[in-house]
């Protein structure tokens, strides 16, 4: 292979497209200019040269730069999220950036007295062009889809719409920059369980740079998320995976496909409306990564501390993904125990199983949610029969396909059709190479040869697609176990492939070979065009929203416009960072859904939201709290009060009674054609 030792270059240039990429947003945002300065800044500092001191301290090897790169990125901000922890639980957040600092300054130094060897890691030209390439259309196709869809309001004149997950991840984001543990975003003085890494990482930028938190969220945060993700799917993709042409099909799996159902909305996770999912989905791809070094290539002792780690991290950021990727590791360890390295095969089950319930007994389990439909619910049952009437999704396929062939009766054969169209429709190139990969097991099951890494990997995809099959959450939310098992399910399938290749001793394999390879190829460009379909309406929504071709009439809801972002920006710019405000309206004069938009614009806590609450019970009652104040206006300004109520935002209309002439108790400190701020 030929290869070029160009190193520093190809880190230069790497690190002049995400420079390129912060201007873009800085040239159509209202942003300042030293605000995508420090992000580039800290994103080198804070990820790149921390990570890499981290990744020279493990004495991990590295076959090429973009591993390392890879690497370092992913140990940068897992040390960033270790900082935010070690700082802001005994309230000393403040101390963030000072130490920041220390820690790029100290690894510097360490960096500079273990020799700088960048050079010494050979670059192929291969992995340059690839990972650039991918990075670079992952890039553009987010800058439109992300960062231009969400502009904020006061920089349109028709104001802008969000899709419901922005605000809710946006508001975890800014609780916190306010302190940890933090109280939930949408119903202040309520814990929070999540798994919220991700907003953990951008506040951490936010309280480090001192760049607004909205600005790090709306415009800057695909462009962090997008260098894990792309490098951990070219160091996942490269793994076991030696042609050429097989790394850049599972590469192209992993970051751009789709299969164009709301069973299973990859692409809104990884690009347009993540969340959280695109880091899950990097460190999960990071955890496969290592896990199959430690099977194929005997590198546990390398990599076992790193894995630990990463599943970690995988879980704090999604944990659906968490659960997948921890049942490979389940396999690999009970492997162990198969080849009799028992004590190998106990103390790493055991640890990886650790780093997985720690993490979500400590973070993500709420144990104060009061939302039935918010816990993940069994159907009721394992027989094809409850699966086609209860499994969501399946069962509106099944129903439909009886309507199409005018069944009445309840063939087998079309039950179990049902289920494979919703596997199928998932990610069509994805069950493909899943079904190769379990004719492969299968194959050598009748051989009775034991291959551990395909073992690991067909279970668990299979693991999470009855996850996905038996469970049901609000907002259809088990798709993400459906969804975390495409990584593992096509690397298996990409995988049995290669060895199917190896095995070529007559022409009869040879020819089935070539036809697996042409019916991949095939499936791919639909799953590829699947992906089209999906973003490139979100594409031009982009460009069109920058364009001011968008009026208020083109929003459903989570709106608002520059009228009502001043009200909010008023809250934001004249009032502390703790202060709870009610709302006595959360639909705006517009008659458009605004639930979460006044939090995430003021920055402040929204005591009577009503979305996405830990209690519902609780947001009932302060509603009724606020909704009195028309009738009982003393009392209930009072019990407000009692209750760490600040301000009151009420909404103009000509329909009520202005609250300031039903008492003289409220100070009025603001006002426009849309709101009436008062203080309490």
């Not at 370092?72 to 600092?101: D, E, R």
């Not at 936010?206 to 462009?223: K, P």
């Amino acid at each position: 292979m030929k290869t070029i030792k160009s190193n520093r270059a190809f880190l230069h240039l790497f690190q002049f497209m995400i420079l390129i990429f912060l201007m873009v947003n800085y040239a159509f945002h209202d942003i300042p200019l030293i605000s995508a300065i420090k992000v580039f800044l800290y994103q080198f500092f804070a990820w790149f040269v921390a990570g890499y001191a981290i990744f020279k301290l493990a004495k991990i090897q590295a076959s090429n730069f973009a591993e390392v790169i890879a690497f370092s990125y992913a140990f940068g901000a897992i040390s960033a999220l270790v900082i935010y922890l070690v700082f802001m639980i005994p309230g000393t957040g403040f101390l963030l950036p000072v130490f920041t600092v220390v820690e790029s300054a100290l690894s510097i130094i360490y960096i500079y007295k273990t020799g700088d060897d960048i050079e010494n890691y050979q670059v192929d030209i291969f992995s340059i062009v690839i990972c650039l390439l991918f990075l670079f259309v992952y890039y553009i196709l987010s800058t439109c889809a992300v960062s231009f869809v969400n502009t904020m309001p006061d920089e349109t004149i028709g104001g802008t719409g969000y899709y419901v997950d922005w605000p809710f991840w946006a508001g975890n984001n800014i609780a916190f920059t306010k302190s940890f543990p933090s109280d939930s975003f949408r119903q202040t003085g309520a814990a929070f369980g999540y798994h919220f890494f991700s907003s953990i990482l951008m506040a951490q930028v936010s309280l480090c740079t001192g760049v607004d938190i909205n600005q790090i969220s709306f415009y800057f945060s695909s462009i962090l998320a997008g260098i894990i993700f792309v490098f951990s799917g070219y160091y996942f993709a490269s793994r076991v995976l030696k042609r050429k042409l097989f790394v850049i099909i599972l590469m192209c799996i992993v970051l751009f496909t789709d299969g164009g159902t709301a069973a299973a909305t990859y692409t809104w996770h990884t690009n347009i409306c993540p969340f959280g999912f695109d880091y899950g989905c990097a460190y999960g791809m990071m955890s496969i990564a290592v896990l199959a070094e430690i099977l194929v290539n005997n590198k546990f002792k390398e990599l076992f501390i790193p894995s630990i780690f990463f599943v970690a991290m995988t879980t704090g950021c999604k944990g659906p993904i968490g659960v997948v990727v921890l049942g490979a590791y389940g396999v690999a360890a009970i492997s162990f125990l198969l080849r009799k390295e028992i004590k190998r095969g106990i103390i790493s089950g055991c640890v990886w199983l650790a780093s997985f319930v720690g993490v979500y007994y400590v973070f993500i389990r709420d144990v104060h949610n009061t939302e039935a439909a918010a816990g993940l619910q069994y159907i009721g049952g394992l027989g094809i029969n409850m699966v086609v009437t209860k499994a969501m999704w399946i069962a509106d396929t099944y129903n439909s396909l009886l309507s199409a062939y005018r069944s009445q009766g309840n063939g087998l054969l079309l039950k179990f059709y049902s289920v494979w169209l919703y596997v199928y429709r998932a990610n069509r190139i994805v069950s493909s190479l899943l079904v190769i990969a379990v004719i492969a097991l299968v194959w050598d099951i009748f051989k009775k040869h034991f291959d551990a890494f395909l073992y690991c990997f067909v279970l668990s995809s299979i693991v999470g697609i009855l996850l996905s099959i038996y469970t049901i959450q609000s907002g259809g939310s088990q798709m993400y176990f459906m969804m975390a098992m495409f990584p593992m399910g096509s690397m298996a399938g990409m995988y049995a492939i290669e060895r199917l290749g190896k095995a070529r001793n007559n022409l009869k394999k040879d020819y089935l070979y070539k036809s697996v390879i042409i019916i991949v190829l095939c499936t791919l460009g639909l799953s590829l065009d699947k992906y089209y379909e999906v973003i490139i309406p979100k594409v031009r929504e982009g460009i069109a929203v920058i364009q001011n071709r968008y009026t208020q009439e083109d929003y459903k809801a989570y709106y608002a416009d520059s009228t009502s972002y001043e009200a909010f920006a008023w809250l934001k710019n004249n009032t502390d960072k703790n202060c709870v405000f009610a709302m006595d309206s959360f639909v705006d004069l517009h008659g458009k859904d605004c639930h979460m938009i006044a939090g995430i614009f003021s920055e402040r806590y929204v005591w009577n939201e009503e979305k996405y609450v830990p209690d519902l019970d609780e947001a009932a009652r302060r509603n009724s709290v606020v909704h009195a104040l028309q009738t009982d206006t003393e009392n209930a300004l009072q019990q407000m009060r009692n209750e760490g109520v600040s301000y009151l935002v009420s909404q103009v209309s000509v329909d009520k009674v202005e609250l300031g002439e039903l008492t003289d108790n409220l100070n009025e400190v603001f006002r426009n054609e849309y709101y009436i701020i008062y203080g309490l």
